[in-house]
């Protein structure tokens, strides 16, 4: 079965601060996708990032990094300088590599960037 | 504008009503989902269509009702609303094959039963 965990409920930080989101996954596959999806108050939901299971290069998209490593099935995500427009709920997710693309989401962190 | 959208954006109606909720997508995705989102933020999957053929249909009661008329539109029809169905539903869509495009999500319908 495939499940994912993302322990932290809840961060606050204070604006400019660095913070890491932790995602930690499990699956039976030995192919998959990994996501990041943002859902601000406004409540859509944003595609960050996709990653598939055999790229394992860290990722930097301006303040944005992931950290993938499969060794440890986990696809951390950190924003450095965070803004009061980072707050937001994070969510980390999981799909096979098939046609179906069903995402298995965690249950998201949400953050609280205070200025 | 190109994007998924749903429609309405807030619904709220009274125990055992039946309504539906419409997704259309401007994308020339193939392949639609509907999600749920509860009153704790967790999110999962309910339906897929791929070509108007349903590809997912997980453990949902079938009072729900999804319908593909053509690839670029998926309702949800629900009967006989109940209390616990007050949720945030997300329509969702993708293209298939080369490409592996990522999931694509409208904007949300908060359906509140009271």
């Known amino acids: 079965a495939q499940k994912v965990t993302q322990a932290q409920t809840e961060i606050s930080v204070v604006e400019k601060e660095d913070v890491t989101l932790d995602c930690v996954y499990e699956?039976?596959?030995?192919?998959?996708?990994l996501f990041w999806y943002k859902q601000p108050p406004s409540g859509e939901l944003v595609f960050l990032i996709r990653?598939?299971?055999?790229?394992?290069q860290n990722e930097i998209s301006g303040r944005y990094s992931w950290n993938f490593q499969k060794s440890t099935s986990s696809f951390n995500f950190t924003i450095t300088a965070s803004q009061v427009v980072d707050s937001a709920v994070y969510f980390c997710?999981?799909?096979?590599?098939?046609?179906?693309?069903?995402?298995?989401f965690g249950s998201g962190t949400r953050l609280l960037v205070r200025p | 504008d190109t994007a998924v959208s749903q429609t309405p954006k807030y619904l709220v109606t009274q125990m055992g009503n039946d309504k539906s909720i419409k997704c259309e997508q401007n994308?020339?995705?193939?392949?639609m989902y509907w999600y749920k989102q509860d009153s704790k933020k967790f999110l999962k999957i309910m339906f897929s269509?791929?070509?108007?053929?349903?590809?997912i249909n997980e453990t949902v009661p079938n009072r729900f009702s999804p319908k593909s008329p053509d690839k670029a539109h998926l309702n949800l029809h629900i009967n006989s609303l109940e209390l616990g169905d007050s949720a945030v539903y997300f329509c969702a869509s993708r293209l298939t094959g080369g490409g592996n495009s990522p999931l694509h999500f409208g904007n949300g319908t908060r359906l509140t039963v009271t």
């Open positions: 990653r598939n299971s055999f790229d394992e």
């Open positions: 994308l020339g995705h193939d392949t």
């Open positions: 997710a999981l799909s096979r590599m098939d046609s179906s693309y069903k995402l298995i």
């Open positions: 269509y791929n070509n108007k053929e349903l590809i």
């Open positions: 699956t039976r596959d030995t192919t998959y996708y």
